[in-house]
Every structure is written in structure tokens, then in C-alpha cells.
């Protein structure tokens, strides 16, 4: 039985099998996996769990072997339930609600096979809720993480009254317009889900209130409406289920901007093969200044028009051409959809036409990597004379914190205002309208331009700000905001 207990679709170890049978283990990285040492080493041992999905043939033979992480339970859910629950609904339908990513015209498409791919949804949350249940000490604390398990609270609310639950969404929150558009009984089922929660937290104050005002009643059915007092605070949100008289129960809707470890960050940055891809890139760009984006290939990120913006700089300002390459990482995503296998496969052609158009023979002006590469990423984080982070609409987006963190120069941050980390760096950052690709273009001149001094600057304050709440910090103020209800 576990006291404090954290919920994820991927969890903080995977297996693969070796040629001889035997399993490999790789630990993960990154925030989740910081943040929960940090959660553990508030208890002693045996007294946390992560309670995680087993994502491929490995994991689910390491289930079949009893072969088990300290601390970790690892859920072999039916590959096809799974594969309808993640790619079905949580990556093709709620992802695209509250990114607004939508090709109305043509999408979404709430059909039977929607709803069969929804019941998946449901035996995928409810064996999370379960398995929580099962494993919790009376009174213990419950942190869920991510729209994959939306329904997560509502049902273990059910199984476990006794439990202080949290659930935090990383993602941006539908706005009202977007959630009308899903079948009333669905989205009255992910709200209340939402709502068995004690502490719901996201990355901003704007998507706390996008989700209070999709819980409204112009959302929900007259029987079934999240009852939200008129200037309700963002602590202490009352709400009932149905019209009328009836018992209430109360969530807390905060705003937790995460931030990064500084000081792990610059560590990693400055290891030995860091370092070696450091001199290797700065080989290949010379004395030029570069303009730096790392992202994963989500349609959410908006690639092309940074590119646009990009090819429009050089036709703009040809003071720049063979004095800026632009050092582009783009991780694959999702590439069992075709959307976004799509979606890389033009980021690529966009960065060979930019390079036909304007390329010499000492000069490529994109330098891009399709490839998982962290280490790639430092060095160019470490290289970065402007950071561009431009996505139509992100949850919070740390690479926009993590480069002014490690840059070692300095940078200009060019920054969307579409990105959840703009209210917190807005004033140090140059800001853009993700649409606008000739704003965005002139705002890399800005960037590019920039005195050495604004610039040390304003890195400072970037990263200072980034640094304000480190995931370990950010994990245990949700803890111990649960642990005082």
C-alpha cells in the first residue's frame, strides 16, 4: 500500500527484449521522473508508486515476467484498447479540441466508431482507477497527470471518497466554442471526471478559466451542470451535479506554471558529448549567428510558418543571408498517425527549398535534425543567439525556459503569445502572433539585431524566471496543497 501514489500514461522506466531474451531497462528522463524522486524522498521507501501504462511489447513481458521497478506498477491494458484509448481519443480528439487544431470543415466526426474507440477511453481510465484504488493507503494522496486520464478522478473518486486527489492537464483547455462541438453526454463525462478532483491544476490562469467556462451550462445539460458561483475565486470553486438543492463538493482550479532545474539543465549541457557536439555544430556554422528551435513534430508547434518567417527574413533583410544559419530540431511525433507523419514530411521539404533558394557552397542556411537528439539540442541550446518558439497554442512549452537557461551568450527570446510560458516571460521576450509570418520575420531582425548587453539582459531575467519553480518544487507544492485539505 502506497501514501502517495502519481498516474501516467508513461511512466519513469521501459523494457525492451534483448536478442537473447533477456530485458533491457532504460530509465526515463524529464520532469515526471524528477519530480517524483523529489515526492519520494518525502517518505520512506515503499510508501510511493507510480502507476504507469505499458506501452509496447517490452513492457508488457516485463508485466507477464513480474518483473518490476521499486515503486512502480506498470498496467498491461489490451494492446487494441489501448491503442483506441491513445491514438483513438486522447491524441486524435482531445488533443486536437484543446490545441484547436481542427480542420473544421472536415473535422471532427462524432460517429459510432467515435463512440466505440470512447468506450476504450473509459476501460483504459478505469483500469488507472482501479489499480490507485486497489493500491492506496486510507487518506493517501493521488497525483494524476494528463488528459489522457481525464476520467481518472471521477471514477477513483467513486472507489476511494477517502482519497486526496489532484490532476493536472499539461496541455491548453478547449475554450468553450471547441467543446460544444463535442456530443453533450461525452463532454458532461470528461468534466465530472475532471471534477472528482480535489486540486485541478494547469499551467495558467487561461486554461483554469477555459475549462471553468466549458463546465458551464451552456456546455452541460440542465440535469447535469457544473454549478459555478458568479465570481467564484479560483480556490474553493463549489459545484453540484444537476439543478437545484443537492450536495456539494468543492475543487480547487490553480495555475502552476512549471519551470526548470537550472542546475541540472546546465550540468547535462555541459557534459563531455555535449560538448563535442558543441564543436561539431559550431564547425558547420562558422562565425554566423544562429536562430535555434527544438520541438517535437506536433502539428501544435507550428514549424512551417517558423520556417515561412524564416525564408521571409532572407528576402526581407538579405543583410542576413551567409551571416545566420538557422539550427532547427525536429523530434518525430506520433508517426502511427498520418497526419503527422504528413506534417514532418513538409517541415523537411520546406527546409530543402529554403536551402535551394538561398544556399551556397560555404553556406546552408537550415541546418535541420529529424532525429531524437538531446544531445544536439543542448549544444545548439548552448549555441543559441535567438530562440524561436512559435506554437499556435501550447500547454506551457520549456524549451522556451530552457534555452535562455543554457545559452552561453545569451539569447533573444522570440516567443508566441499562443504559448503558455508568455505570461511569465512576455516582458523579456520578443512576442509574436504565431500566424502573422511577417511579424514573426521581423521580429527574428529584432532578435538578430539586438545589442550584446539587452541581450545578456534580458537572458538573466528569462532565466531566472524559468527557474522560479523547478519540477521538484512544483511536484511537492501540489502534495503538500493535497496533504492540507
Known amino acids: ?122 476501460r483504459y481510465n478505469r483500469a488507472f482507477a482501479e489499480a490507485l484504488a486497489e493500491a492506496a493507503d486510507d487518506g493517501a494522496v493521488v497525483l494524476v497527470q494528463d488528459y489522457h486520464l481525464a476520467l481518472v478522478p471521477g471514477m477513483l473518486r467513486e472507489l476511494r471518497p477517502d482519497l486526496r486527489i489532484g490532476h493536472f492537464t499539461h496541455t491548453p483547455w478547449a475554450d468553450s466554442a471547441y467543446a460544444r462541438m463535442v456530443p453533450r453526454d461525452i463532454w458532461e463525462e470528461l468534466v465530472w ?8 491544476g494547469f499551467h495558467t490562469p487561461l486554461w483554469g478559466a477555459a475549462f471553468m467556462s466549458s463546465a458551464s451550462m451552456d456546455t452541460m445539460s440542465g440535469t447535469a451542470m457544473a454549478s459555478f458561483p458568479a465570481g467564484s475565486p479560483w480556490r474553493g470553486v463549489e459545484h453540484r451535479r ?42 558547420e556554422v562558422g562565425d554566423r549567428r544562429t536562430i535555434v528551435r527544438v520541438d517535437r513534430t506536433e502539428l501544435s508547434k507550428n514549424i512551417l510558418r517558423g520556417l515561412m518567417a524564416y525564408r521571409e527574413l532572407l528576402t526581407a533583410h538579405p543583410e542576413w543571408r551567409d551571416r545566420v544559419v538557422h539550427l532547427a530540431s525536429a523530434y518525430p511525433s506520433r508517426q502511427d498517425l498520418e497526419s503527422y507523419r504528413t506534417y514532418t514530411a513538409s517541415v523537411v521539404a520546406l527546409a530543402e527549398e529554403i536551402n535551394a533558394e538561398f544556399g551556397t557552397a560555404d553556406w546552408q542556411p537550415v541546418l535541420l535534425s529529424v532525429e531524437d537528439d538531446f544531445t544536439r539540442s543542448l549544444a545548439a541550446y548552448r549555441l543559441a543567439d535567438v530562440a524561436l518558439v512559435n506554437p499556435v497554442r501550447d500547454g506551457m512549452n520549456l524549451v522556451a525556459k530552457e534555452i535562455p537557461v543554457v545559452s552561453d551568450a545569451g539569447c533573444a527570446l522570440v516567443l508566441s503569445r499562443e504559448a503558455g510560458a508568455y505570461e511569465e516571460l512576455r516582458e523579456d521576450a520578443i512576442t509574436v502572433n504565431p500566424f502573422d509570418v511577417t511579424e514573426t520575420a521581423e521580429a527574428l531582425h529584432r532578435a538578430l539585431s539586438m545589442p550584446a548587453g539587452e541581450r545578456a539582459e534580458r537572458t538573466k531575467r528569462l532565466a531566472a524566471a524559468a527557474t522560479a519553480l523547478p519540477p521538484q518544487r512544483w511536484f511537492l507544492d501540489q502534495l503538500e496543497s493535497l496533504r492540507n485539505r
Open 193 to 200: 471526471g475532471m471534477l472528482g478532483a480535489d486540486e485541478l
Open 242 to 283: 444537476g439543478p437545484g438543492p443537492g450536495p456539494k463538493r468543492t475543487t480547487d482550479v490553480v495555475a502552476r506554471p512549471l519551470g526548470v532545474d537550472g542546475d541540472d539543465l546546465r550540468a547535462l549541457a555541459h557534459r563531455p558529448e555535449v560538448d563535442d557536439r558543441l564543436a561539431r555544430l559550431r564547425a
Open 1 to 122: 500500500m502506497a501514501s502517495v501514489l502519481l498516474a501516467s500514461n508513461r511512466g519513469p522506466v521501459s523494457y525492451s527484449v534483448r536478442d537473447d531474451g533477456t530485458l533491457d531497462t532504460r530509465r526515463g528522463g524529464g520532469g515526471l521522473v524528477s519530480g517524483l524522486s523529489a515526492v519520494s524522498s518525502q517518505g520512506s521507501a515503499g510508501e510511493t508508486l507510480w502507476v504507469c501504462a505499458a506501452l509496447g511489447d517490452g513492457d508488457r513481458e516485463a508485466v507477464r515476467r513480474g518483473v518490476a521497478e521499486p515503486g512502480v506498477r506498470m498496467l498491461d491494458i489490451d494492446p487494441e484498447t489501448y491503442a483506441d484509448a491513445y491514438n483513438g481519443i486522447a491524441n486524435s480528439v482531445l488533443w486536437f479540441l484543446h490545441h484547436h487544431l481542427y480542420e473544421i470543415p472536415r473535422e471532427p466526426v462524432f460517429d459510432a466508431a467515435f463512440r466505440r474507440r470512447w468506450e476504450s477511453y473509459r
